[in-house]
């Protein structure tokens, strides 16, 4: 929370008690909004242009998850709609395996998908997302290349004050903190992710986990809060043409 001392004393006046009136949202500067918002500081997150902004997001994120069986470059362009992203794709390919391939990689997600503002987040390449993930995008979510995201994993960058009176249900401010998940690492199932926290390279966060504080680069954590299980150690020789049948690997799940 960083308003100022005298900004803090204005808020809580305008927000203590059920019995006070909303702020006038329609009022406010709406770029230093935006700009509190994305620096983690306490902001109106019911300001008309972000409530636009929401509303695009979901009509964008629907017709994601209503899509279908579509060639691999429309479901790219349809999560390039909710991303905001207005760079063109490559030229199209004439056969369809090939222009699939072409866009490789592009982020492979797995629907349904829930962002409230889309353009928070950025993915590397060759990302993979599980279905029905969540991502509460108030501040930037990133999440680096060849990253695996199991499926009804929760992403939230945004958060709420803890005195109820400045809380103020939808009457009162709201902030912020930014997630960053590094290149390389596989969250399982239902892993939520809490605002602030920094997940290093390479690291596998166990089925169910709650991750509240930052990760060093290769571990496995699992629990509720997530704690360090054991170092993983990289070997170091990547992925190759074609796998052995008789390579041999540990299961961390």
């Not at 866009?103 to 987040?121: A, F, H, Q, R, S």
């Not at 199991?150 to 004050?161: Q, R």
């Not at 809380?167 to 390389?184: L, M």
Request: charged share 20%; with cysteine; net charge neutral.
């Amino acid at each position: 929370m960083r308003f100022t001392h005298t900004d803090h004393a204005q808020t809580h006046t305008r927000c203590s008690g059920t019995q006070q009136s909303a702020m006038n949202t329609h009022s406010i500067d709406r770029e230093e909004n935006r700009r509190r918002m994305r620096n983690g500081e306490l902001y109106w997150a019911f300001a008309p242009d972000l409530i636009a902004d929401r509303k695009r997001c979901k009509a964008a994120c629907d017709k994601l998850n209503s899509a279908g069986d579509v060639s691999r470059r429309t479901l790219v362009g349809l999560w390039k709609d909710i991303n905001g992203d207005t760079v063109p794709l490559p030229p199209m390919r004439a056969r369809r395996d090939e222009d699939s391939a072409l866009l490789e990689n592009y982020p492979w997600i797995e629907t349904p998908i829930k962002m409230d503002y889309g353009y928070n987040v950025k993915l590397g390449e060759n990302v993979y997302i599980g279905s029905n993930s969540t991502w509460v995008d108030t501040c930037l979510i990133t999440v680096g290349s060849r990253t695996i995201i199991g499926p009804n994993c929760c992403f939230y960058s945004g958060e709420h004050p803890l005195d109820p009176s400045l809380r103020n249900g939808t009457r009162g401010p709201e902030s912020g903190k930014p997630i960053t998940i590094g290149d390389d690492c596989y969250l399982g199932g239902n892993v939520i992710v809490l605002p602030g926290v920094t997940i290093g390279r390479g690291v596998t966060v166990g089925a169910g986990s709650v991750v509240t504080k930052d990760v060093p680069d290769y571990v496995c954590i699992a629990g509720n809060p997530a704690r360090i299980i054991k170092k993983v150690t990289p070997s170091g020789d990547g992925l190759t043409p074609a796998l052995s049948t008789n390579f041999n690997y540990t299961s961390t799940m």
